[in-house]
């Protein structure tokens, strides 16, 4: 059983920065793939990053450039830097974990709005 506890979501003028983290519980989080996605209002949620056990990213187009994803092992942490915020990245962010097994765990969510 993995449980997630996002934090560091706001309220942040368009062009500013926030950063996420996600702090989870349990073992194994060191050979877990940790992602965080996003739901705007009426939208689904949709795949912001991911970082695999090691440090292979990927990131969704709209992130390229502006968001960061890593991790910090020793404290069971995935973290998103998010600079250059602009008013579409607005939405409840979710932290998300996939074991080794493949078995996959939400956070609760964390609300981000940017204002223009």
């Known amino acids: 059983q993995v449980q997630l506890v996002e934090s560091g979501g706001g309220l942040v003028q368009a062009g500013g920065s926030l950063r996420l983290s996600c702090v989870a519980s349990?073992?194994?989080?060191?050979?877990?793939?940790m992602g965080w996605y996003r739901q705007a209002p009426g939208k689904q949620r949709e795949l912001v990053a991911f970082?695999?056990?090691?440090?292979?990213?990927n990131y969704a187009d709209s992130a390229k450039g502006r968001f960061t994803i890593s991790r910090d092992n020793a404290k069971n942490t995935v973290y998103l830097q998010m600079n250059s915020l602009k008013p579409e990245d607005t939405a409840v962010y979710y932290c998300?974990?996939?074991?080794?097994?493949?078995?996959?765990?939400w956070g609760q969510g964390t609300q981000v709005t940017v204002s223009s």
């Open positions: 998300y974990s996939l074991t080794a097994s493949g078995r996959g765990y």
């Open positions: 970082i695999r056990s090691g440090v292979m990213t």
């Open positions: 349990g073992s194994g989080f060191s050979t877990n793939a």
